[in-house]
């Protein structure tokens, strides 16, 4: 079936930029997202890539996919305090349930 | 305002006991799901359904119940046949191939 992994833990000073890395199995994925997560809360959207774009920017926000090595990343420049998070990669192929990664959390310190 | 509601927040139930779990949505959405969250597990699926009258099997569906009478409710019944039911429970639903919205979730402990 289909995979998706993250790395679980990433720590970034305040101001600098955060980049997390996802990877995904399944090639006939069609939209690829990210989700954010603050403690005890719902998911939230992000931003999502279509599978035929290799970049979109979103104010703070830029997600690269290279569709060959199955590998997706999420930057945030000049990260705050208030990102810190977890954050879920995840993947679909057009009508299909979304397959989630197990979340990557992300600590900002001041 | 729109938007997915889930409730209770917090649940406690004692071992051998059913509990519903609630979710409302006014979005207008055709699909809705289940997810269990666990620390360092992600989101597991349960439950989905496309239509009213209409649900299918995630990957982890044993031990749970949901049914589909209305488009704008989706309720789950943990069963007293889970075997560790403790989880944060999230809702969401979503246009049929379009983005989920999640609700805020629903933390159940079994004591």
């Known amino acids: 079936g289909e995979d998706v992994e993250q790395s679980l833990f990433l720590s970034v000073r305040e101001g600098d930029s955060s980049v997390i890395n996802c990877t995904y199995t399944d090639s006939s994925s069609t939209y690829l997202y990210w989700y954010k997560q603050e403690p005890g809360a719902g998911l939230q959207l992000l931003t999502y890539?279509?599978?035929?774009?290799d970049m979109k920017q979103d104010q703070r926000l830029t997600v690269l996919l290279n569709k060959k090595d199955k590998h997706l990343s999420l930057r945030i420049a000049d990260t705050q305090t208030g990102d810190s998070a977890i954050y879920f990669c995840?993947?679909?192929?057009?009508?299909?349930?979304?397959?989630f990664g197990k979340g990557t959390m992300l600590l900002v310190s001041p | 305002d729109g938007g997915i509601t889930q409730s209770p927040k917090y649940l406690f139930r004692k071992e051998g006991q059913n509990v519903t779990l609630s979710c409302e949505q006014n979005?207008?959405?055709?699909?809705m799901y289940w997810y269990r969250q666990d620390p360092g597990q992600g989101l597991r699926l349960i439950y989905y359904s496309q239509i009213v009258n209409d649900f299918q099997k995630g990957d982890i569906a044993e031990g749970y119940s949901v049914s589909r009478e209305k488009k704008e409710s989706f309720p789950l019944t943990v069963t007293s046949a889970q075997k560790n039911p403790t989880a944060f429970y999230l809702c969401?639903?979503?246009?049929?191939?379009?983005?989920?919205?999640f609700g805020e979730g629903s933390r159940l402990t079994v004591l």
């Open positions: 969401a639903s979503s246009h049929l191939g379009g983005e989920l919205f």
């Open positions: 890539i279509f599978s035929n774009m």
């Open positions: 979005l207008n959405h055709d699909a």
């Open positions: 995840a993947e679909s192929e057009g009508y299909s349930t979304l397959t």
